[in-house]
């Protein structure tokens, strides 16, 4: 390496002008805590020759399976995987996905070195099956190796991590499309502004939200990138979701009110992201990324499974066509007495992804099938999640979602009792629109999460619940993950032989009676919310919604 710690695969003039190595070139600091507050507050950022040095640390450091190829295993191999070719000739993996390799201020023989690199990998990894971040990982540490053996010594320890609590990049088809989901289920909550303008301009929202890992993985220019991925090694996969949910609420609030500069929103977002030091610094992104209380790991893991599992039962482990979200809700075979297709499709851009996945059903009707609450409750049991939606005399509309299933009730020997998880919400339709989340959200300084002894899911996409009590241990957001300081705010639903109930504590977001006549709504503290319509009302129409698979029907 030169006088700078460049080695032999870096452009120098190009990196002079990007990260000047002017910092401190020692770190004395052990202790996690603080470690994290340095990564996120750049302390190596400004040293190329410190940098190096923390990521071999923070990488020899990975717990890995016992098998796990070093820079011994490239040297021997290296040689007969890449034979006569020009490196920079040599084809891609295919489980980089046709993702180009950055960059990053490399000359040509280090773009060359990140190609001969991905293929010893996806030698030595045959259950890599998709991968489309690594080239821009591996470029990355191509800056901070000796040579290409040490480099691809870095990347397979990343690969191999066998630490179940420190997820940190995703290997397969499955993995990947579930971390889209995922990220689509937390700008649905923590970016609601912007989730409201990828659902005007998008044909399909979840084609926007499936290239989260591209803005990171080689949109962002090499010093942003760079600042991200130091915390991310220190702090893991949750990093790259808050950042990518700033870089959408940056986006949102340059573009609000402005005309798309395409009709191709998706692009637009990669434009922004590559000029996004027009916009902001690294400094001020990971700023706003900190200052988004997202759920706790254990939670978003809980959240991840079970978009992994919906994935799975409907058979989407391999790439392959998305359908779109908005087809969902066919225009030609909807119909609905109280919402028209334009709103039911709003409707269905605030369900969690893996029920996105699925259409909408019709379970009861009061038109069809009478103004009786034990008939409603008939009608829906088995099925989970449900979507509750009411019109009244006034014209009014409002409604929930309810993410358990109506049986639960009888658990509570015809007591009223309250049920349901924090994916439920309540929502008006006219005479505005508004949605009211569960208050733990919006206000994480309610509650601190408790560790959860098991990981199972409760919801599984467009199903009758399952009979295995396996299924059923820990649903995504139940309450008892949290320390609340009383039940107050986790009353979601409960149904009794004279009324429904939806929020609870100070008030019901919803009361309907047996008789499905009457009604009020007022204020609660589950959701914190106003009124959905007028404070009592009479009912002109109710019904419920399941989630069906198409393949199903």
């Known amino acids: 390496m030169d006088s700078l710690g460049y080695n032999c695969f870096v452009d120098r003039d190009k990196m002079d002008a990007t990260i000047q190595d002017l910092g401190p070139k020692e770190l004395s600091c052990t202790e996690l805590q603080e470690l994290k507050q340095l990564a996120r507050q750049g302390y190596w950022a400004r040293s190329y020759t410190l940098r190096g040095k923390v990521y071999q640390r923070l990488i020899r450091d990975i717990p890995c399976r016992t098998v796990t190829p070093d820079a011994s295993v490239y040297s021997d191999i290296v040689g007969k995987i890449v034979g006569k070719h020009s490196s920079g000739s040599l084809p891609l993996p295919e489980f980089v996905d046709n993702t180009q ?91 609601q502004a912007a989730h409201k303008l990828m659902v005007a301009v998008s044909e399909d929202v979840l084609q926007v939200y499936a290239d989260w890992q591209r803005w990171l993985f080689g949109e962002l220019p090499l010093n942003y990138f760079a600042r991200v991925f130091d915390v991310f090694l220190v702090e893991g996969y949750k990093v790259l979701y808050r950042v990518a949910l700033a870089i959408l609420k940056f986006f949102h609030k340059v573009r609000a009110g402005q005309p798309l500069e395409s009709d191709n929103v998706k692009q637009d977002i990669r434009t922004f992201v590559k000029d996004i030091a027009k916009t902001v610094s690294p400094e001020k992104l990971l700023e706003k990324a900190f200052a988004i209380r997202l759920f706790s790991r254990k939670e978003i893991q809980l959240l991840q499974m079970a978009n992994e599992k919906a994935l799975k039962q409907k058979g989407i482990t391999v790439k392959q066509k998305r359908q779109f979200v908005h087809l969902a809700v066919h225009a ?22 893996r029920f996105a996945l699925c259409q909408p059903l019709l379970l009861f009707s009061s038109l069809q099938h009478g103004y009786s609450l034990t008939r409603f409750y008939f009608q ?11 019109k009244t005399t006034q014209k009014e509309v409002c409604g929930a979602y309810l993410s358990t299933d109506w049986s639960e009730r009888n658990k509570f020997g015809g007591k009223l009792g ?14 505005e629109v508004q949605r009211y989340e569960w208050v733990v959200i919006k206000h994480p300084e309610l509650t601190k999460p408790v560790s959860l ?18 299924d059923r241990l820990s649903p995504f957001l139940a309450a008892r993950h949290f320390n609340l300081p009383s039940k107050t705010e986790s009353l979601f639903m409960a149904g009794g032989n004279d009324c429904l ?19 009020r709504t007022g204020h609660c503290d589950t959701f914190n919310n106003q009124p959905l319509c007028s404070e009592n009302f009479l009912i002109a129409a109710v019904e419920a919604w399941g989630f069906q698979d198409p393949d199903t029907q």
């Open 101 to 191: 390799v950055p960059s990053y201020c490399l000359n040509t023989r280090g773009e060359g070195a990140v190609r001969k690199i991905l293929l010893c990998i996806a030698n030595q990894f045959p259950d890599v099956s998709f991968c489309p971040a690594l080239p821009a990982v591996v470029a990355l540490l191509l800056h901070y190796s000796i040579d290409e053996a040490e480099c691809f010594e870095k990347a397979c320890r990343i690969l191999a991590c066998n630490d179940p609590s420190k997820k940190l990049i995703d290997q397969s088809f499955l993995a990947f499309e579930s971390s889209c989901m995922t990220f689509g289920d937390l700008v649905n909550k923590y970016c």
């Open 418 to 431: 309250f049920f349901g998880t924090g994916e439920c919400f309540v929502f008006r339709l006219q005479p």
């Open 332 to 353: 030609e075979n909807f119909h609905s007495e109280i919402v028209g297709v334009k709103e039911m499709r709003d409707i269905w851009s605030w369900v969690p992804e």
């Open 501 to 519: 109930i939806i929020g609870g504590g100070g008030g019901q977001a919803l009361y309907i009676d047996g008789d499905l006549n009457r009604g």
């Open 453 to 470: 002894e098991s990981t199972t899911i409760l919801s599984s996409p467009c199903r009758s619940l399952s009979s295995d009590p396996a």
């Open 380 to 390: 829906c049991e088995g099925h989970e999640p449900t979507l509750l939606l009411i």
